[in-house]
T-cell receptor
Framework: RKEVEQDPGPFNVPEGATVAFNCTYSNSASQSFFWYRQDCRKEPKLLMSVYSSGNEDGRFTAQLNRASQYISLLIRDSKLSDSATYLC?????????????FGAGTRLTVKP | GAVVSQHPSWVICKSGTSVKIECRSLDFQATTMFWYRQFPKQSLMLMATSNEGSKATYEQGVEKDKFLINHASLTLSTLTVTSAHPEDSSFYICSGFGTGERGYTFGSGTRLTVV
């Protein structure tokens, strides 16, 4: 089983649609959770951190369910500029370090 | 915000040669640097983790003698791909983490093509 699994996608949605991505992780000791956005041939950029209480940033809402080891990202009122690959990222303890594990990513295309 | 400068952004090299990729943390001290590789249409895969002044810890299946990592200072980490082969062609990206920093800061990546 992969450490971090995401919806396979791709998601093709019209402008203005609401879209949700899901992600599950296998390491129950994982401590931090993030959603990153990666545009084609670019480095990932932090979209938002994910907290147990849930957090919202404009049109984006992230949720964490530790009991189910599940993370979600909701995008409301999709814009063309939201087209990208969304990566679920989990930070887990590893020896003396913490390391980040990435999901395979979910490709979103928002169409006019 | 925190910035990691990664160079070169792209490189083409002949098979059998070595390529060095540098990542510099510009406004923070990167106590830990992560090195990732991403093949087309795949996710980032962790190759190794390096702490300043220590030997890198490599992920299973990553050859430490082929991918040499040096993290001699808190602001510089390098990855050298030795005796590169076409199958090493990939997008290599570093990510730095420092004390007091929120989250991880990525370099802009290096696209390596071995011909």
């Amino acid at each position: 089983r992969k450490e971090v699994e995401q919806d396979p996608g791709p998601f093709n949605v019209p402008e203005g649609a609401t879209v949700a991505f899901n992600c599950t992780y296998s390491n129950s000791a994982s401590q931090s959770f993030f959603w990153y956005r990666q545009d084609c041939r670019k480095e990932p950029k932090l979209l938002m951190s994910v907290y147990s209480s849930g957090n919202e940033d404009g049109r984006f809402t992230a949720q964490l369910n530790r009991a189910s080891q599940y993370i979600s990202l909701l995008i409301r009122d999709s814009k063309l500029s939201d087209s990208a690959t969304y990566l679920c990222v989990v930070n887990s303890p590893s020896g003396n370090n913490n390391d980040m594990r990435f999901g395979a990513g979910t490709r979103l295309t928002v169409k006019p | 915000g925190a910035v990691v400068s990664q160079h070169p952004s792209w490189v083409i090299c002949k098979s059998g040669t070595s390529v060095k990729i540098e990542c510099r943390s510009l406004d923070f001290q990167a106590t830990t640097m992560f090195w990732y590789r991403q093949f087309p249409k795949q996710s980032l895969m962790l190759m190794a983790t390096s702490n300043e002044g220590s030997k890198a810890t490599y992920e299973q299946g990553v050859e430490k003698d082929k991918f040499l990592i040096n993290h001699a200072s808190l602001t510089l980490s390098t990855l050298t791909v030795t005796s590169a082969h076409p199958e090493d062609s990939s997008f290599y990206i570093c990510s730095g983490f420092g004390t007091g920093e929120r989250g991880y800061t990525f370099g802009s990546g290096t696209r390596l093509t071995v011909v």
